[in-house]
């Protein structure tokens, strides 16, 4: 469904994966395909719940009436799949895709936080992808498709990196375009298309033996429908620009045998979106195969600047936007707030060629959790549980 999923694009895959950064430095080495391939498969469980109060009965759903308690109903529930592949074809080159399928199912806020409706909907998502590998750097070839009842999206990318002799730097370009097409169910529009292009430009350093850094720029511009066909009052602007800046640090302890790994993002947009992302994530070795890493993420965002806030004066119902605006959204996703991400992932090596992990994370989103100014107000506190379990193997 438009109104409740992020759809993949390998272009923002690609974009990112450039983005990750090894645990440990190694010694430098000329650029090859891998030596063996992997198969890898995950299953992710992901569950949304929504804060209600007595005086939201009938509204957002079920309420303890006896004691006029808060409860919290799980909104939106999401079982997906997904099964990874890379192949070398010789030292030069190799090949990789992706299959995710995902059924969604629940409900989602018409406005804000209220007036919920049912929902369902499956998505099935395919990449695929080919990489030369030259002396000093490589060139990956992209492209993707997803598909659902409403939404069909598909992108293809480019992404170089080159390395200096030593291979102690690293830079990086990007260039991914999507091109989407929009037919909600509910028919407020029809063959309605988003299009947008994105370039990425980074450079990765290794300071010392035990110390690498990285740095990233993005540029993204969409044109085409931004609205939400499936909230009430949802007209946002036809074209977006974004402007993304990242910067992270690896350090790995020789006497822990453990890595941190710290990153901060600003972003901006068109929009009147302001937001500030931390990471801080620890990988820590425990012997017999075992690995830990605890990890933790602040997100903090201002509104868009047409987004309508919550007036306590008229609920249940919504409120009118502002005389005359041509813009207005009352998408609790447009509004100010911040959220906090504590999350934990377990590895066990079973065997050279074989490993498992489980990963749990969860997060919760309040508007006065806003890292400056005032939060949002008026809308109901947000929380999301999201397991997912793996298995990698080499061939």
């Not at 890379?86 to 990789?96: A, G, K, R």
Request: proline residues 4%; glycine residues 6%; positive net charge.
């Amino acid at each position: 469904m438009v109104a409740t999923k992020h759809h993949t694009e390998l272009g923002a895959a690609l974009l990112s994966a450039a983005m990750a950064l090894p645990c440990i430095i190694s010694t430098a080495h000329a650029e090859s395909a891998p030596e063996k391939g992997t198969l890898s498969f995950k299953y992710l469980n992901y569950k949304e719940s929504q804060q209600t109060s007595s005086d939201a009965l009938g509204v957002y759903g079920r309420t303890d009436s006896k004691s006029g308690a808060s409860a919290y109903d799980d909104r939106i529930l999401v079982k997906a799949t997904s099964s990874s592949l890379v192949l070398p074809l010789n030292s030069e080159w190799s090949m990789s895709g992706t299959l995710i399928t995902d059924a969604i199912s629940g409900a989602s806020p018409a406005y804000h936080t209220q007036a919920l409706s049912y929902l369902k909907d499956f998505r099935r998502a395919v990449d695929a992808s080919v990489t030369r590998y030259l002396p000093n750097g490589t060139l990956t070839v992209g492209m993707s498709h997803s598909g659902e009842n409403d939404y069909v999206s598909r992108a293809a990318s480019l992404l170089a990196t080159r390395s200096s002799e030593n291979k102690n730097t690293t830079w990086t370009a990007g260039l991914a375009v999507n091109r989407d097409q929009i037919n909600p169910a509910n028919q407020i529009v029809l063959n309605e298309t988003k299009r947008s292009s994105e370039v990425l430009l980074g450079v990765t350093q290794v300071v010392t033996m035990n110390d690498i850094v990285q740095f990233n720029m993005g540029y993204y511009k969409g044109q085409g429908y931004f609205s939400d066909p499936y909230k009430i009052y949802d007209e946002r602007p036809r074209d977006r620009t974004q402007k993304k800046f990242q910067t992270r640090w690896n350090h790995y302890f020789n006497d822990l045998n453990a890595t941190s790994r710290l990153a901060y993002r600003y972003y901006t947009d068109s929009w009147g979106i302001r937001s500030h992302t931390l990471d801080a994530e620890w990988v820590q070795q425990i012997g017999n195969g075992w690995s830990a890493a605890p990890a933790v993420r602040y997100y903090s965002q201002t509104a868009a600047k047409f987004y309508v806030e919550v007036d306590p004066s008229i609920l249940p119902f919504p409120p009118s936007p502002p005389a005359n605006a041509k813009y207005f959204s009352e998408d609790q996703r447009m509004s100010a707030f911040g959220g906090l991400t504590l999350g934990m992932k377990l590895t066990k090596q079973l065997n050279l060629d074989t490993k498992v992990d489980v990963k749990l994370e969860q997060y919760g989103q309040k508007g006065i959790w806003i890292l400056s100014g005032n939060g949002s107000k008026g809308l109901a506190p947000f929380y999301a549980r999201n397991l997912q379990v793996g298995i990698t193997r080499s061939f």
